[in-house]
């Protein structure tokens, strides 16, 4: 069964099972979106579970003009943007720092190293936030530059001009890596 | 409308970055108890109550969403609202079978021990028909849900495949099968942390005999002879009680001790006690304080290190009302 489209045709006998299958089919986009915005695994184990607890308390509020998933997503990046600021999370990440060898700090990096994630998902993890928020939006989760938009709360138009401008950095981060690489 | 050309790296985006499911079962059961929290005060969620009053209207709605769906049998009206994306026919989730099929083929077969009754290890069997080959390097874990309560309660934490659950094509686990109410249960068997199936059993209530008194040692204990017991001098409702457990034939059994609870005829499980085993000796004591809500028979559930114990029943009092006291 496709996970986004038919699923939320179908009627749960109570709101338990209607937790229980929102999670089944989107717990680990939560999870993962969760991680992609705040970076921490302990902040997106909080984060994820809350999520569904508040999917449970205001599926009431849930006008079906989007799907489960992107609603799920919006709540998704509230709570991030909250425990962001509650944690003092310097979100900027500067353009030096990118192109440098050591592209995050030494604590970062070794966090990263531990959860063994492909190259190209650290370059991800490398972006800024509001183009990192955008740009998994996109190619991750393939969501519509309209939906993009709507769970954002920014023009369409912005959309795009961040994903370009997304794009544009991960090559160069990719590249830089490249000449790293075949450096002697 | 023109779609633009995505950069050819996406598509190494479109996997996640981790090569297991984050959100794990454990996850999913932490947030369905604070789900039945939230829903207790009254038996039934609030939504629930708020379907029956627009259940009219969402009758309506129903009849649109089966003729779209196709495939709900005998759904009431006021599940209909229930707001739910249930993958599937959702009475048919809770109908009793100890087989789960993939396809035409068996995947999943549970066979409990004979009798089994609430409050009561019954031992089950849990076949998979999967060579043990090919799950060697995994995990099987065993969430069971109690359908009236919502209660969630883990059947098998998570245990590594070893090479003793492998038999001749096929691999078994064995769990406690011990559930703390009588009902209909849900098994959900996850391997690596993803479901793979479930299976569902109706558990008969077992007696509520108040659970006798033996003799140890000169001294009088209330409990299951040689297995384990308690000396005090009984429970009165509404205030703190002593108690010095005692527990034999488990025996070096280390780790936390939990009392869970359940009033005879409700579904409400409430935890009295959460203590830690500090020796490690085949008889072991415990003393504790502990404290029941209300009078009548009550079913005293025993955790020792998460895994299930045994059971006993005991009769609460009353408390004495100053006035009547002569």
């Known amino acids: 069964m496709n996970m986004d489209g038919p699923a939320d045709l179908m009627i749960a006998e109570d709101p338990r099972l209607a937790l229980q299958s929102l999670m089944g089919s989107y717990a680990q986009d939560v999870w993962n979106f969760a991680f992609f915005l705040t970076k921490n695994k302990e902040a997106a184990d909080d984060i994820s579970q809350e999520v569904f607890m508040k999917a449970f308390m205001h599926w009431r509020g849930f006008e079906r003009r989007s799907s489960p998933k992107t609603w799920l997503l919006a709540i998704t990046r509230n709570l991030c943007r909250n425990w962001s600021k509650s944690h003092g999370v310097r979100r900027v990440v500067l353009m030096e720092t990118i192109f440098s060898e050591s592209t995050a700090s030494s604590a970062e990096n070794e966090y990263l190293d531990r959860l063994q994630l492909q190259t190209i998902w650290r370059h991800v993890l490398q972006l800024p936030a509001k183009y990192r928020e955008v740009l998994v939006l996109d190619a991750h989760y393939g969501l519509g530059y309209a939906e993009i938009a709507n769970l954002l709360g920014i023009a369409e138009g912005t959309v795009k001009s961040r994903i370009y401008r997304a794009r544009k950095r991960m090559e160069k981060s990719m590249e830089g890596e490249k000449r790293h690489e075949s450096r002697p | 409308m023109s779609q633009d050309h995505k950069p050819h790296w ?90 789960y099929y993939e396809g035409e083929k068996p995947l999943i077969e549970a066979f409990p021990g004979g009798d089994f009754r609430a409050g009561q290890r019954a031992g089950c069997w849990w076949s998979l028909n999967v060579p043990y080959e090919q799950l060697k390097d995994s995990s099987i874990e065993i969430a069971a849900t109690h359908r009236q309560s919502g209660l969630t309660v883990t059947e098998l934490p998570p245990t590594a495949i070893s090479r003793s659950m492998s038999y001749d094509g096929f691999t078994r686990v064995a769990s406690d099968f011990a559930l703390p109410l009588p009902g209909t249960w849900k098994f959900d068997v996850y391997i690596d942390g993803q479901k793979r199936g479930d299976l569902v059993f109706e558990v008969p209530d077992s007696d509520w005999n108040a659970s006798p008194d033996f003799v140890y040692n000169d001294t009088v204990l209330t409990g299951n ?102």
Request: charged share 15%; net charge negative; glycine share 12%.
């Open chain 2, 10 to 99: 996406y598509e190494q985006l479109q996997t996640p970055p981790f090569d297991q499911p984050m959100f794990t079962p454990e996850m999913e059961r932490a947030v369905l108890n604070r789900q039945q929290r939230v829903g207790t005060g009254n038996k039934r969620s609030p939504w629930l109550k708020r379907h029956s009053v627009i259940g009219a209207a969402a009758a309506a709605g129903v009849v649109l969403v089966l003729t779209i769906a196709g495939n709900v049998p005998g759904v009431n009206p006021f599940a209909g609202l229930g707001g739910g994306w249930i993958t599937g026919g959702a009475a048919s989730v809770w109908k009793p079978h100890s087989v």
């Open chain 2, 225 to 326: 002879e040689m297995e384990m017991g308690f000396v005090s001098s009984g429970f009165t409702a509404g205030q703190p009680n002593k108690f010095l457990w005692h527990l034999f034939a488990g025996g070096e059994k280390s780790g936390s001790f939990r009392v869970d609870a359940v009033k005879k005829g409700t579904s409400d499980v409430i935890t009295i006690l959460n203590a830690e085993l500090s020796g490690s000796g085949l008889h072991q004591t415990l003393p504790s304080t502990m404290q029941l809500p209300e009078a009548g028979l009550w079913r005293l559930l025993v955790y020792v290190g998460g895994q299930f114990y045994d059971s006993m029943v005991v009769e609460v009092k009353a408390p004495v009302e100053e006035e009547n006291a002569e």
